[in-house]
């Protein structure tokens, strides 16, 4: 999975020294992660959910923002022979 901008969601949150800052469930450890991991593997969200005791509403906000950064226009690098190198 693409790395996302996770600052951009809500219900998540990184803390320094929480979790090694991985991104976990607003006031929990629960990284985000777990998520896409256990369905992944074959998890229901509801069992997802039961596992990691995190909320309906936690879980819509994650999957929505997941999906919806699926919208976003890729970002594409030039290849490296159209890139300008000068030497100095």
């Known amino acids: 999975m693409a790395s996302l901008d996770w ?3 809500p219900a998540v949150e990184s803390i320094p020294g929480k979790r090694s800052g991985a991104w ?3 006031d929990t450890r629960t990284p985000v992660s777990v998520v896409f991991d256990n ?3 074959g998890a229901t969200v ?3 959910m039961d596992w ?4 309906r509403e936690q879980m819509s906000a994650v999957l929505e923002f997941a999906a919806r950064s699926l919208d976003a226009p890729p970002v594409v690098q030039p290849p490296a022979s159209m890139v300008d190198a000068h030497t100095l």
């Not at 990691?52 to 909320?55: D, E, N, S």
């Open 39 to 41: 369905l992944e593997a």
């Open 52 to 55: 990691f005791h995190v909320t």
């Open 24 to 26: 976990v469930f607003r």
């Open 7 to 9: 600052s951009q969601c």
């Open 46 to 48: 509801g069992e997802v």
